[in-house]
Nanobody, 123 residues
Framework: QWQLVESGGGLVQPGGSLRLSCVAS????????IGWFRQAPGKEREGVSC????????DYVDSVKGRFTISRDNARNTVYLQMNSLKPEDTANYYC????????????????WGQGTQVTVSS
């Protein structure tokens, strides 16, 4: 129960695209806002995007605006992160996490975390 599982990571060339999935089990994802975070080698974990539970409002950090799109499919208990125009600096382990509301990217307010999926952008 209370499990989030990310998938969809892999190796992609600069300018390419990936779609990450975050699937919840043991709880109803529709009641939660979902944030995406990433952690690059030697770097702190940082917020990427968040989608609210009821309104579906979305938020993106400046570095991914216009390139990434977060969405949810409540029937599938899944949140997606569509990643386009990928850059080498997007290389990181990507995590999804569940919280009550999208209110910034303070990690301590997120109740559940996945194990991460690796995204590598390289030629």
């Amino acid at each position: 129960q209370w499990q989030l599982v990310e998938s969809g990571g892999g190796l992609v060339q600069p300018g390419g695209s990936l779609r990450l999935s975050c699937v919840a089990s043991g709880f109803n994802l529709s009641y939660y806002a979902i944030g995406w975070f990433r952690q690059a080698p030697g770097k702190e974990r940082e917020g990427v995007s968040c989608i609210s539970s009821r309104s579906g409002n979305t938020d993106y950090v400046d570095s991914v605006k216009g390139r990434f799109t977060i969405s949810r499919d409540n029937a599938r208990n899944t949140v997606y992160l569509q990643m386009n125009s990928l850059k080498p600096e997007d290389t990181a382990n990507y995590y999804c996490a569940a919280t009550a509301y999208c209110s910034g990217y303070v990690q301590s307010v997120y109740d559940y975390w996945g194990q991460g999926t690796q995204v590598t952008v390289s030629s």
